[in-house]
């Protein structure tokens, strides 16, 4: 069974800061995607990472991709409180042709100015 | 493009009351739909994947019969909640792909959510 992790769960940082989420994944996929959600709203797609070594950035977010490590990490480059959400990250499964996803336990990033 | 339109928004109802849920791709086909639901502060658990014309395959622990799933169609699907209790109460989010984003690895185009509560 695909487990996925994420560190931290909730992260409070002040603007102008970097930091890095961790997404962690159990078996073998190389399709691995980030997703943000504001309150009580749906999911908004930022980055689809699809092979080893894949870094993928937009604005002050990059996002990269290591499957020896089944690990991705979600950097933020000094943070602006437009960036306060919940972040997840989500892992295809390949034995069910990559369709069905797994979602990490999300971090709810909050920015203070 | 890719538009997932998901009705109602939020919901409330009493004890023991059916909703049902509509989950609609207006500008593509979707071949596959997928249900999840998001209790609060939560992250997203699949609930059951349906492709078009075919039964739902639903994840461990959820009741098919409680949840009632129609892909009738290429652009709409259908997730009724039957005799929904308070526990049922839930944030529900549908997302759709189609053959040609399978291909392209694009993701999951989610819906809007719809917010259940069951009093």
């Known amino acids: 069974e695909l487990k996925v992790e994420q560190n931290p769960l909730f992260l409070s940082m002040q603007e102008g800061k970097n930091y890095t989420i961790y997404c962690n994944y159990s078996t073998t996929s190389d399709r691995l995607y980030w997703y943000r959600q504001d309150p009580g709203k749906s999911l908004e797609s930022l980055f689809v990472?699809?092979?080893?070594?894949a870094v993928k950035q937009e604005g002050r977010l990059m996002a990269s991709l290591d499957t020896k490590a089944r690990l991705s990490t979600l950097h933020i480059t000094a943070a602006v409180h437009d960036l306060s959400a919940t972040y997840f990250c989500?892992?295809?499964?390949?034995?069910?042709?990559?369709?069905?996803?797994?979602f990490g336990t999300g971090t709810r990033l909050t920015i203070i100015p | 493009g890719a538009v997932v339109s998901q009705h109602p928004s939020w919901v409330i109802c009493k004890s023991g009351t059916s909703v049902k849920i509509e989950c609609r791709s207006l500008d593509f086909q979707a071949t596959t739909m997928f249900w999840y639901r998001q209790f609060p502060k939560q992250s997203l658990m699949l609930m059951a994947t349906?492709?078009?014309?075919?039964?739902?395959?639903?994840e461990q622990g959820v009741e098919k019969d409680k949840f009632l799933i129609n892909h009738a169609s290429l652009t709409l699907s259908t997730l009724t909640v039957t005799s929904a209790h308070p526990e049922d109460s839930s944030f529900y989010i549908c997302?759709?792909?189609?053959?040609?984003?399978?291909?392209?690895?694009?993701?999951?185009?989610f819906g809007d959510g719809t917010r259940l509560s069951i009093l």
């Open positions: 990472l699809l092979s080893n070594g």
């Open positions: 349906s492709n078009e014309g075919s039964k739902a395959t639903y």
């Open positions: 997302s759709a792909t189609d053959r040609q984003g399978k291909a392209l690895v694009q993701p999951q185009h």
């Open positions: 989500a892992v295809a499964s390949p034995n069910f042709g990559n369709e069905k996803l797994t």
